[in-house]
């Protein structure tokens, strides 16, 4: 991967494959494959880019960016000990949403897998949205025949 060497440089309506972009401003631009390490990017298209440090992206079109693993607390914890903590979480009624605790791990791909495991054992006796509507919208008849249900 190249790099782009200006610091502090602006650059418009370019497009940059495969660079490692470092304190620069780029406008109206197309990314690929970049790593942006703190930069600021305005009305531009990423693609396939990773996100290094604090950047200021506004306006843009995203198509897969990548964030690097949070170096936080909770990632230095044990697996089972996250478990646990993640099973007290969960444990509230369920009220047809995901719990707000599950959208906010959504930035690190390693805790939401763990912890949208977790929610699923913990809420095992739960069927999915869709689910509930196709079996609330079967005649009385078919629903009749329903001896065992089986979600795996």
């Not at 950047?55 to 646990?84: F, G, H, Q, W, Y």
Request: aromatic fraction near 8%; charge should be neutral; hydrophobic fraction near 40%.
């Amino acid at each position: 991967m190249s790099r782009f060497r200006s610091r502090n440089s602006t650059t418009t309506a370019r497009t940059l494959n495969n660079l490692s972009l470092h304190h620069a401003t780029i406008t109206t631009s197309i990314l690929s494959n970049c790593s942006i390490h703190t930069c600021t990017i305005t009305s531009s298209t990423l693609i396939n880019c990773r996100l290094y440090g604090v950047s200021e992206i506004k306006n843009c079109l995203i198509s897969a960016l990548t964030l690097p693993p949070p170096n936080s607390t909770l990632t230095k914890l044990p697996v089972e000990i996250r478990d646990m903590m993640f099973q007290f979480f969960f444990e509230e009624e369920w009220n047809g949403n995901l719990p707000a605790f599950l959208h906010a791990l959504k930035g690190c791909e390693d805790l939401y897998s763990q912890a949208l495991k977790t929610f699923w054992k913990v809420n095992k006796d739960l069927l999915h949205q869709d689910a509930r509507v196709a079996l609330e919208n079967m005649k009385e008849n078919p629903l009749m025949g329903i001896q065992t249900l089986v979600i795996e």
